[in-house]
Structure formats: C-alpha cells, structure tokens
Nanobody, 121 residues
C-alpha cells in the first residue's frame, strides 16, 4: 500500500501561483509513475500532469503546458506541482496519484484525498 497526502491548495487571484505537494509513504518503491489530476464541480476528473519516478520523464495536458511544472524529490518521496499564471478555469480539487506501472493518464492504483485550489477572477 502507498499512502498519499496532498497539501498546498488555497485561494489565489488570477495570475497567481501555488505549489502543491504530495507526500508518499508506505511501499513507495512500488510506484513507477505519479500524477496530478483535478476535478471541477460538475465535471469529470481529468489528467493534469505525470512524471515517471525513474528517469523523470514528464507529461502534461495541453491546457497547463507552459504554466504548470511537475517534479519529484526521490529522497523525500514527495511529488510537487508548481502552478503559475493560474486561471479561474484551474479551480478544482487536485488529487495526487501513484501507479505501479509506467503510465501517463490511466491505471493509477493509489489516490490522495485531494486539496482544493480556487482561483478568483
């Protein structure tokens, strides 16, 4: 089992920045990929970004490319999402996820509880 705990969400104005963190514990050596997803009210959960734990390859959905950066600290077992130039449409609950295979948008096995990000216009 892998436990994931997100932090860093909050309220920010349009154009502002936030950094989300996801602390992983448990059988973290079994995680090959980690990702960020988000779910806005009344919408389906969507993929935001992913990183492969070994090698560090990164992937982003088109709407956040150039604004968001996913990174990880292997020593701390922590995943980050730096979000810049935030827009009201980025408002959502953001979830951290871990997978036991090299994946990008699907087949994640473990999920955090989510952290709210609200961008005011």
């Amino acid at each position: 089992q892998v436990q994931l705990v997100e932090s860093g969400g909050g309220l920010v104005q349009t154009g502002g920045s936030l950094r989300l963190s996801c602390a992983a514990s448990g059988r973290t050596f079994s995680s090959y990929a980690m990702g960020w997803f988000r779910q806005a009210p009344g919408k389906e959960r969507e993929f935001v970004a992913a990183i492969h734990w070994i090698g560090g390859s990164t992937y982003y959905t088109d709407s956040v490319k150039g604004r968001f950066t996913i990174s990880r600290d292997n020593a701390k077992n922590t995943l980050y999402l730096q979000m810049n130039s935030l827009k009201p449409e980025d408002t959502a609950v953001y979830y951290c996820a871990a997978a036991r295979i090299y994946t990008i948008t699907t087949a994640y096995d473990y999920w955090g509880q989510g952290t709210q990000v609200t961008v005011s216009s």
